[in-house]
């Protein structure tokens, strides 16, 4: 059980158009999904968190506009890059939690590895 | 200051052998901790939450030192397998995860 898949897992796009990734909860209702961003070498930093059907709640220093979240339902979440540029490749993790263990209860997808050319 | 500071390794450790590496932490109100695994380019998996007493599962250990503000992971009998890089993770008051950068471990036949 608690399995999240992400789509795509792997994306190359031109610099200036937007990406779409993909985060769906399979076997659970998830509360809230988080979304990571991991350069190489480094620790995963934690871009945003949502709750389905209310505003993505943006760490500071991460552009709401350009990093668009949509928690549309209790098992989908998705991430727009919109016009992306070399310096967003990057590595996109999301988590989710069906929030019946608390809060550190985080189940995290298999990853998307964006290249922006 | 990085908030959760890890010595990024590579470990270079011969099969069978045991290794320990520690992770501290600056944020005192710290409640959590965890050490997770990630291999290379995949996500990170939950290996074990570290407990105030302390805490063990097979051949992994995890301690935590809220005096010196240091958590542990100690592996016994290391595998081939433990090779990847172990995550220390902490918490802030708003239960969010505070994400070292990782240690790299290379276990060698």
């Known amino acids: 059980g608690a399995v999240v898949s992400q789509h795509p897992s792997r994306v190359i796009c031109k610099s200036g158009t937007s990406v779409k990734i993909e985060c769906r909860s399979l076997d659970f209702q998830a509360t809230t999904m988080f979304w990571y961003r991991q350069f190489p070498k480094q620790s995963l930093m934690l871009m945003a968190t949502?709750?389905?059907?209310?505003?993505?709640?943006?760490e500071q220093g991460v552009e709401k506009d350009k990093f668009l979240i949509n928690h549309a339902s209790l098992t989908l979440s998705t991430l727009t890059v919109t016009s992306a540029h070399p310096e967003d490749s990057s590595f996109y993790i999301c988590?989710?939690?069906?929030?019946?263990?608390?809060?550190?209860?985080?189940?995290f997808g298999p990853g998307t590895r964006l290249t922006v050319t | 200051r990085k908030e959760v500071e890890q010595d990024p390794g590579p470990f270079n450790v011969p099969e069978g052998a045991t290794v320990a590496f520690n992770c501290t932490y600056s944020n005192s109100a710290s409640q959590s901790f965890f050490w997770y695994r990630q291999d290379c380019r995949k996500e990170p998996k939950l290996l074990m939450s570290?407990?105030?007493?302390?805490n063990e599962d097979g051949r992994f250990t995890a301690q935590l030192n809220r005096a010196s503000q240091y958590i542990s992971l100690l592996i016994r009998d290391s595998k081939l397998s433990d090779s990847a890089t172990y995550l220390c993770v902490g918490s802030d008051s708003n239960y969010q995860l505070i994400w070292g950068a990782g240690t790299k471990l290379i276990i060698k036949p």
């Open positions: 570290v407990y105030s007493s302390g």
């Open positions: 988590s989710a939690t069906p929030g019946l263990l608390g809060p550190y209860e985080q189940y």
């Open positions: 949502s709750n389905e059907g209310s505003k993505a709640t943006y």
